[in-house]
C-alpha cells in the first residue's frame, strides 16, 4: 500500500486497471492528495462521478484506518450513480496486489464498503450534520457529489473535521446557480481559498472523449447557447436565471419525480390532458399527462392534422380506466387546435379550451398581480407551484426539451400594471423553437378543478362512466373555456 498513499493515479493505473483516463481526472487526483480540499465543476458526462469513485477506493485501500463519508445533494445520487460506479470499480480491482480482499455482500455491501470495524466507506444524506460531525478517524475523506446543493451545516461541519487530523474533501458537481458555498468556493470568496477549486472546461471533455462535439453542438440547437440549462449542463458554467422560472426549481421538481414509483405518478385521478397544438414548422405536438401535482409522462407528435391530433388525445383520455373518474383535455385553441377541440367535443370528451391570449380574471397567490392574458396566467401558476417557498409538490419527468422550455421564457410588467410572460412567438424567434412541451404543462396546471362538477363533460351513448358522475346541469355543453 506504501507506494499508493500519495499517488492515487498510480493506484488507479495499477489497481483498479484504468487504461484510459482522461487528463483532467488525474489532475484531480493528484491535487486532492497534494492540497487535500479540491472542488471540481464541468459540464455533465465528464467523468466527475468515476473520478470520485476511484477517490474513494484509493483512500480506503492506503490508509489502515480512515472512514469516508458519502454524501449528496438527493440521496438517489448516491444510491443510483455514485455507489453503482463504486461496486463497479471495486469489483473490478486487483486487491490481492496489495494484500486486501473486497468480496460482494461481504466487505461491499450496497451503499458500504467495509474492510475494517476501524476502515469504511459509507454513504449518508446531506440533512444529517451530527452524523458528517461524528465521523472520527486517524483519517478521513469526504465526497460531495452534486455539490452545488448540499447545505451550507454541512460544509461547516466538514470544516470542522479539518482541525483535528488527517482530512480530505472532494466536492464535484455541475454547477447551479450563482450561491451556496460550492459556488463561494469556486469564486475565492474570503475564507475558503484553501479550497483547489477546478473548472473542467466542454473543450476538455471534447477533447478526452468523454463528450462529443455533435451532443454540444445539438444541446445549443436545442437549448440555445445562453439558457441556463445549457450554460450549466453544457458550458459547465454557473448561471443567473433571468427567466421566469430558476432551473434550480425544474431540477427539484425533476428530482421529485424520481422519488416516486411508476403507479404512484398515476394515483392521483383524474387524468388532466395538457395538448400544446403544433402550429408550423418544427413545431411539434405535445401532450402533457397531469395526475395531480405530477406530470406523469410526456407524448411527442411530428406536424399532424387536425383529425390525427384530435385522434391521439382521444386515444389518451380513452385509455383510462372505466372506473376512474372522467378524465379531461385542456387543448390550444388557437388555429388548428379549434378544430381538435370541435371534434373532441362530438365524440364526447371533457374539453376545457385555452386560448393564450385571451383576458383572464386569474390573479397570483397574494391577490395582488393581476396578468395581461391567460397565458401569463398559466405560467405565473406554474411558476408559484414550483417555487421552494411554497414546500412544492409537483413532479416533472427527466425530459431535457421540458427543462428547456420551463426556463425559457422570460416576464415583464406592463404599463397597464399586469404582469406579461413573454410570448410563445417570441420564443420561437429568439431560440429558433417552440416551447411546445412548456406549454403543454403550463395548460395542464391551469386547470385548477378537473371535476364534473367545474368541466362539462358532454352526454353521450356509450360514455356511461360520464353520464352517471356527472349531473345533469353539467352536461348541457361540450366544452368551456376557462379564465
Known amino acids: 500500500m506504501a507506494p499508493y498513499v500519495d499517488d492515487p493515479v498510480a493506484f488507479v493505473h495499477d489497481i483498479l486497471g484504468v487504461d484510459s483516463m482522461a487528463p483532467y481526472q488525474a489532475e484531480i487526483l493528484s491535487t486532492l492528495a497534494s492540497h487535500r480540499r479540491v472542488a471540481v465543476r464541468g459540464p455533465h458526462g465528464l467523468g466527475k462521478t468515476a473520478t470520485a469513485a476511484w477517490a474513494t477506493l484509493w483512500f480506503l485501500a492506503t490508509r489502515p484506518e480512515c472512514k469516508i463519508p458519502t454524501t449528496a445533494s438527493a440521496w438517489r445520487q448516491l444510491s443510483d450513480f455514485l455507489w453503482p460506479e463504486i461496486h463497479r470499480w471495486a469489483l473490478r ?21 467495509v474492510l475494517s470495524p476501524a476502515r469504511f466507506a459509507f454513504a449518508l444524506v446531506s440533512s444529517d450534520e451530527a452524523k458528517i460531525e461524528g465521523a472520527h478517524s486517524a483519517a478521513l475523506l469526504y465526497v460531495l457529489d452534486e455539490a452545488k446543493a448540499i447545505p451550507d451545516p454541512i460544509w461547516d461541519a466538514i470544516e470542522g473535521a479539518f482541525s483535528t487530523g488527517d482530512c480530505y474533501a472532494l466536492a464535484i458537481s455541475t454547477p447551479g446557480p450563482p450561491a451556496g458555498r460550492f459556488y463561494r468556493i469556486h469564486t475565492r470568496q474570503p475564507g475558503l481559498e484553501n479550497w483547489v477549486a477546478r473548472h473542467i472546461t ?25 439558457s441556463p440549462i445549457y450554460q450549466t449542463r453544457v458550458l459547465g458554467e454557473f448561471a443567473e436565471s433571468d427567466g421566469l422560472i430558476p432551473l434550480s426549481w425544474v431540477e427539484a421538481a425533476v428530482d421529485r419525480w424520481r422519488t416516486l414509483s411508476p403507479d404512484a405518478r398515476r394515483s392521483s385521478k383524474p387524468l388532466v390532458l395538457g395538448v400544446d397544438v403544433a402550429r408550423q414548422g418544427s413545431d411539434r405536438t405535445c401532450l402533457a399527462l397531469r395526475y395531480g401535482d405530477v406530470i406523469a409522462e410526456l407524448r411527442y407528435y411530428d406536424q399532424r392534422d387536425t383529425m390525427e391530433v384530435a385522434g391521439l388525445t382521444a386515444q389518451a383520455l380513452d385509455a383510462e380506466p372505466a372506473d376512474a373518474p372522467p378524465p379531461v383535455a385542456v387543448v390550444d385553441v388557437v388555429g388548428i387546435g379549434a378544430g381538435v377541440v370541435d371534434r373532441l367535443v362530438e365524440q364526447g370528451h371533457a374539453v376545457v379550451p385555452f386560448s393564450a391570449g385571451s383576458r383572464t380574471d386569474r390573479t397570483d397567490r397574494s ?117
Open 202 to 226: 466542454v473543450e476538455e471533455a471534447v477533447a478526452a472523449g468523454r463528450v462529443s462535439a455533435a451532443w454540444v453542438e445539438s444541446c445549443r440547437r436545442l437549448w440555445g447557447a445562453e
Open 93 to 113: 480491482a486487483n486487491w490481492a496486489r496489495i494484500g486486501l480482499e473486497v468480496r460482494r455482500d461481504r466487505e461491499l455491501l450496497k451503499l458500504r464498503l
Open 367 to 483: 391577490g395582488q398581480l393581476r396578468f395581461a392574458d391567460t397565458r401569463s396566467a398559466a405560467w405565473w401558476g406554474l411558476r408559484e407551484r414550483l417555487d421552494p417557498a411554497n414546500s412544492p409538490t409537483l413532479a416533472l419527468p427527466p425530459d431535457d426539451q421540458l427543462i428547456a422550455d420551463l426556463t425559457a421564457p422570460s416576464w415583464s410588467p406592463t404599463s397597464g400594471g399586469t404582469l406579461k410572460v413573454e410570448s410563445k412567438d417570441s420564443i420561437r424567434s429568439r431560440l429558433g423553437r417552440s416551447p411546445d412541451a412548456g406549454d403543454a404543462v403550463a395548460m395542464a396546471f391551469y386547470l385548477t378543478d378537473p371535476s364534473p362538477r367545474a368541466v362539462p363533460h358532454p352526454n353521450l351513448a356509450g360514455r356511461s362512466r360520464w353520464r352517471s358522475a356527472t349531473p345533469p346541469s353539467v352536461r348541457r355543453s361540450g366544452s368551456r373555456r376557462i379564465r
